[in-house]
């Protein structure tokens, strides 16, 4: 027998037998103790012999002795130990138990014997709740960090890889929906953490609810700091917060103030704070407070100012408010910086040519349209360079914009004149005849009622007096009547119509002109139909497959009931011309196949078998001869 095995045995059988011998002889016989006993009474006696109590404390043998062999043999690896002691095979840990008592003594005692096997085992054993009652009592003694940190690294990888275990799951099993106003404090809360961050497609519902009824909107702002890359996250934070505003009926100022959005500094408009104030601005009072514009302009200037405004200008539902309120803040800080139409001009960006995505175009024309409001309002300013710029970067169309804008503004004669000017030596550069002047600005749609309208009449007739012909000037000029006249298309028919606005020569380019739905809304005013000289320019310039692709596009673009109509005459004249049968076009329009079941497909299906179905109608025996 080994010598350690032989002293173990001697010091339990001593342990016991000490414990079980009475110093006083007594006539009453004493029943020997067998070898297979596990419960032997044990009398308490003073050293001189005199029994002091009757009671008996009864001690396990495998207990005596496995305790007995933690203390004599330090070390013994830790994941022996635990198994040695059974504690594997328990469901949970009772932390007043003796064996796992003297098994925490014996890692305190022996912090090196913690163990990468033993975290592993302890890991695949699945039993996270030994796991954190094992880091919880540990923490009550004086173990090294290193052995505490290896404990809680394991417990968080353990979760990370538990797909099943949602943040919420784990936020209950460490009982921190139960810490109350302790919360923040509790060291369990900082597994949490760390384990939030290892689960980025888990939102903790349970926590911000319990972090918000302890600590209010002040414990939930320290979340969005901890998750401010988690954009889950912080959209639950900004529902939670926003919930209790309109419950309070918060105003958008306090709001602000609240999310100390106020001290900010130059580093608002990064805050994923001021992305929460900014939906409750837009979605509760369609407006922007002062308080915000002016921490915006002092810490951010016209720049800030700008990009709150291209923030705003990207949600879908912004107020008109809004975007009013910030432009007049933009130019109220240009005109105190005394900036020149120049000066803003570049600042917008409005000399570099953007992208070409919808957006981006969008955003340009209405940052122009900003620019144009400004230099309205500083039009005695306005210098030949700034008129030069404009039509250099955006045209004759943009600077007819700036006209427009002008004569609204009532701006200063010399600006209008310098305006138009501008605008008449460039179309003689471009060599425009009187017509195309007369189209690009759109006479034949004005009705002459405004200040606008009848400055555009006037700079054409001026025009017109300057470089007509002796015969235009004689007012023979068909054009002439039209200007004087807004009512120029009134007693032609609409065959005559059409011809009158050019339209027959408008080949490919026939939609796109802006007399094509002056045409058509004065043929739907008269007859109510329209004329085969429509429907046969259009299939000039397009074959069958070309009106069919314009005609989907059309449809999808919801466009107007003269385009639409328009293009089925044209088709159904195509056909007519080649005598094409129901059946060809049946099948033209592909309505013999089965198309996807995707909503668009299914409608625009409808929609040539409307075509195909005007078609056979104007036929005398449709199916005649068909199969």
Known sequence: MRPGLLLLVAIAVLFACVHSSPTKSSSTSVRSTRSDQDDVPVHRSLQNGTDTSEEERVFKLDEVMQIAKLSITPKLGKEDSFEFLRLHEKSELDPNDKLYKAWIRHVVQHPDSISAPFLKG????????????????????????????????????????????????VFTALKLDKAGDKLIDDPNYKIWLLVALKKPDSVPNLAIKTVLKNYGIAGLLEMFEYFSKRESV????????????????????????????????????????????????????????????????????????????????????????VMTTLESALMDLWKKKGMSMNNVFKLLKLDQ????????????????????????????????????????????????????????????????????????????????SLVDVFKLLKLKQRT??????????????????????KQDVAGENPLHDSVENPSHLDGKSADDAFTALDLDKAGDKLFSDPQFEEWFQFVAKGTGTLPESAAKTVSKHYNDEDLLKMFEAFANAKASDAVMTTLESALMVSWKDKKMSTLDVF????LDQKGDDLLHDKLFSKSKFGIWAQYAAKKPNPFQNQR
């Open 353 to 432: 040519k953007g992208d070409n995505l919808l957006r981006d175009k969008l955003l340009k024309e209405y940052e122009f349209g900003i620019w144009l409001k400004y230099a309205a309002k500083e039009s005695h300013n306005l210098q030949e360079s700034t008129i030069k710029m404009v039509l250099e970067r955006y045209g004759d169309v943009d600077l007819l914009k700036m006209l427009k804008v002008f004569a609204d503004a009532k701006a200063s004669k010399t600006a209008l004149t310098r305006l138009e000017s501008a605008l008449v030596a460039s179309w003689k550069v471009k060599k425009l």
């Open 587 to 590: 099948k033209l329009l592909k």
């Open 448 to 469: 002459g009622d405004s200040l606008h309208e009848n400055l555009l009449r006037e700079i054409w007739l001026r025009y017109r007096n300057k470089n007509a012909s």
């Open 234 to 321: 912080l959209i639950a934070l900004d529902s939670a917060i926003m919930n209790v505003w309109r419950a309070k009926k918060t105003s958008v100022d306090d709001a602000f103030t609240e999310l100390k959005l106020d001290k900010a500094g130059n580093k608002l408009l990064e805050d994923p704070r001021f992305i929460t104030w900014f939906q409750y601005a837009n979605e509760e009072t369609g407006s922007v407070p002062n308080l915000a514009i002016k921490t915006v302009s002092e810490h951010n200037g016209d720049v800030g100012l700008l990009t709150m405004l291209e923030a705003f200008f990207d949600e879908e539902n912004t107020s008109k408010a």
């Open 122 to 169: 302890l890991s695949n054993s699945g039993k996270s709740k030994i796991h954190l009652q094992i880091i919880e009592d540990l923490e009550k003694t004086d173990v090294s960090k290193q052995v505490l940190d290896s404990l809680k690294s394991e417990l968080i990888n353990t979760w990370e890889n538990d797909k099943t275990a949602s943040l919420d799951d």
